[in-house]
DNA sequence: GGCATTGAACTGACCGGTCAGTTCAAAAAG
DNA sequence: CTTTTTGAACTGACCGGTCAGTTCAATGCC
């Protein structure tokens, strides 16, 4: 069963041994020995949880995925209930999405390498997983462009997309050149732009 | 020599080849016969050109690097020298970067997948070339916080990387999912966010 | 012009090694 | 007794890199 706890143990610990695995060194030259060694299991425990190598990278990042779209939804969330703009909850969504890189940087890392290309086996369920993420931003948007917050000439889609990026290469070079700053210290800095206080003294 | 006509035409033949392949499926996922094949050369002739199949993606890497910085370069310099704002710069530079990525789209997808990895061969190539990329955009945002054009509270470093990531993000969207558009629709719309005209009506 | 020589450039069959995936008997866990 | 894990053995495909041999444009010579 799916909901073995036993089961559900073993397959947390390999995806922790892949997604790590994975963001290092890129999917193919992971090999399924390295996967099952470091999460302490044998190789054939890797085949008795997951039909193939490819399976058990794509229930990983629908796994992922399926957390940062509810971390950032929920954020969303509480900031309108909490009375704030929709541009707070856009601030929010930031923050929640500098969390989430900051506590899973290998599944981040592994997503971007992986989003953008094309003829692979599991673009499809990515693709899919994008538009997850995506349109809670999207949906925020368009939220604030109805209620006049925002103004009405902006590409949804697009400002979407480009938040996302945003924060996920300021994220990531966050933690590649600077890791000893704080997630406050990020916040911050990408808030200003958000809010558009950048120009002007 | 390098300079042999002969050779630096398979060497250009090569790195077409490469560049597509190694964007649609990964480094280690591509295979040295299959560069030769779309290059329409011998396997040998990688080799006698390349010492390594790491080192051709290396002198890749440079060589799309060096293009793209040059031309960010140009964007901004012709942009002052028109007597532009150092605003007017930045978003030259957008576009700029836009249309490098409309015409090397494998050449950026390949350049962002592979950028954060850790623990590969050629990250400390990667690493350097990035500081060509982002010490451009890096020199205008201090600049213009220099002539008070910029609120001197802005992060400089950090803003450069959202900035670059916006953009990159941004245009891999664009190309995977709206292919339709164009150069100058997206820039327009980048150039909104970047202006801050976002907010308020 | 015709002919020989040179060597850079290229060729492609081949080799040693690696890896995904399979199988299974036996042990451990519950 | 059932479910899950173990770990070792095996297979067949694939791949990076090598190298002895071939091609051919340029050069020099008569």
């Known amino acids: 069963m799916d909901t073995s706890p036993r089961r559900r143990a073993t397959r947390t610990k390999l995806y922790e041994a892949a997604v790590t695995l994975i963001a290092e ?7 399924v020995d390295e996967i099952a060694e470091r999460a302490g299991v044998a190789k054939g425990t890797v085949y008795y949880n997951f039909a193939s190598k490819n399976e058990l990278f794509e229930e990983l990042l629908r796994h992922g995925v399926g957390m940062l779209a509810q971390s950032l939804q929920q954020a ?13 909850a856009l601030d929010s969504m930031i923050r929640a999405g500098l969390e989430f890189i900051d506590r899973y940087p290998a599944f981040t890392q592994l997503y971007v390498a992986e989003l953008w ?27 604030a462009v109805a209620t006049g917050e925002l103004n009405d000439e902006i590409d949804v889609q697009l400002t979407a997309s480009a938040l996302v990026g945003m924060v996920l290469v300021a994220a990531l070079d966050w933690q590649a050149f ?7 210290d990020i916040h911050a800095a990408l808030s200003l732009l958000l809010q558009g206080r950048v120009s002007g003294s």
Chains 1, 2 share one sequence.
Not at 25 to 31: L, P
Not at 126 to 137: D, I, K, P, W
Request: zero cysteines; glycine letters at 4%; aromatic letters at 4%.
């Open 25 to 31: 060194k890129g999917f193919s030259s992971t090999t």
């Open 76 to 88: 969303a969330d509480t900031a309108l209930a909490d009375n704030g703009t929709r541009v707070d």
């Open 117 to 143: 290309r094309t003829n692979r086996a599991w673009q499809s369920t990515l693709r899919t997983l994008r538009r997850q993420v995506v349109t809670v931003v999207e949906d925020v948007l368009r939220d």
């Open 178 to 184: 600077q890791p000893e700053r704080s997630v406050d």
